[in-house]
């Protein structure tokens, strides 16, 4: 979105922007005005069937990818993959659009920081057509649920800054090597937190012991507020530059593993606040953001806005 403004408005709003002087507006192009007062929403919504080209245009109302990524850089995918049943998992053209979009502003190479095996993207028709752009993408093979640590792939985090209760946190390496980090899941149904999205998404970083504490640290099983604050915790690690959620076909029970009811409202949804972006899937399940504990805590803590319409959304 460019906000309209003319040479007139531009002289009287020059104090504010250092340039205040016509001398100061003739060094600048058309193109370079426009950049200087173009803005973005903070969630991008799209509507549609077409789940892989619909994915790029939720990128590009936010501006297009080549906001997130640059030439040469390596991504790390973190793609809620690793279930069967159809609304459990991301559908893999969402995936592979994403990838496709990265490939084309030149990115060198992908890990996914959870193992994506490959039956996974033969379960979408753009996986022979981008067979190539697959080739850019490695695995952290060892990170396959239930992960055990190994100290080749793994770290111990004694601390997270802005951490409440996780300490001593066993999470991969490979966060670290990656430029841009893309947050990858789907909005359903868990059994746990009632709504597991892009906040909860982030437990695939863990081992299997750190995400035990989180469900068993308090002594009492799936305590809500001790497993509401572990995830905010843990998204204080690596904040995500693009998240992505699959509200196109979703368990709505029996989650997170399925199967169960459905619902298909065949939405795409980015943002770069993901607190944001959980909160508005969180309604399209049926459910209150204020009552979903991890998306409060993660307010609470910094992370982003649980009310969604603080933040500019753009829905198409």
């Known amino acids: 979105m460019y906000s309209k403004i003319n040479r007139r408005n531009f002289i009287k709003k020059g104090s504010l922007l250092g340039l205040g002087s016509y001398i100061g507006l003739s060094l600048f192009s058309k193109t370079s005005m426009a950049a200087l007062f173009k803005t973005h929403p903070s969630v991008a919504v799209v509507n549609g069937s077409d789940y892989f080209n619909n994915t790029k245009k939720a990128i590009d109302l936010l501006g297009g990818i080549t906001e997130f990524v640059k030439k040469g850089e390596k991504v790390g995918l973190l793609i809620n993959s690793d279930f069967t049943e159809k609304g459990a998992y991301v559908n893999p053209d969402i995936s592979l659009a994403v990838i496709e979009q990265c490939v084309k502003a030149g990115v060198s190479e992908f890990v996914c920081l959870q193992n994506v095996k490959d039956e996974y993207w033969k379960r979408s028709e753009y996986s022979g057509s981008l067979s190539s752009e697959l080739l850019k993408v490695s695995n952290v093979e060892s990170?396959?649920?239930?992960?055990?640590?190994?100290?080749?792939?793994?770290?111990?985090?004694?601390?997270?800054?802005?951490?409440?209760?996780?300490?001593?946190?066993?999470?991969?390496?490979?966060?670290?090597?990656?430029?841009?980090?893309?947050?990858?899941?789907?909005?359903?149904?868990?059994?746990?937190?009632?709504?597991?999205?892009?906040?909860?998404?982030?437990?695939?970083?863990?081992?299997?012991?750190?995400?035990?504490?989180?469900?068993?640290?308090?002594?009492?099983?799936?305590?809500?507020?001790?497993l509401g604050q572990c995830l905010s915790d843990i998204n204080h690690f690596r904040k995500p530059d693009l998240v992505i959620v699959d509200s196109t076909y979703f368990i709505t029970s029996n989650g997170p593993v399925g199967p169960g009811e459905t619902k298909k409202p065949d939405k795409i949804v980015a943002g770069t606040d993901i607190t944001a972006v959980d909160a508005y899937c969180s309604t399209v399940l049926g459910y209150v953001p204020q009552d979903i504990l991890h998306i409060v805590r993660a307010n609470e803590s910094g992370l982003g806005e649980i009310d969604f319409s603080k933040v500019e959304i753009k829905e198409v």
């Open 143 to 226: 990170n396959t649920f239930p992960a055990k640590f190994n100290e080749e792939d793994f770290q111990v985090v004694e601390k997270i800054e802005g951490a409440k209760l996780l300490e001593n946190v066993e999470l991969i390496k490979e966060i670290d090597s990656c430029d841009v980090f893309i947050n990858i899941a789907i909005g359903k149904h868990h059994a746990s937190t009632m709504y597991t999205g892009a906040i909860k998404n982030m437990m695939g970083i863990c081992t299997r012991k750190t995400n035990v504490y989180m469900h068993l640290g308090s002594g009492t099983k799936n305590d809500p507020e001790h």
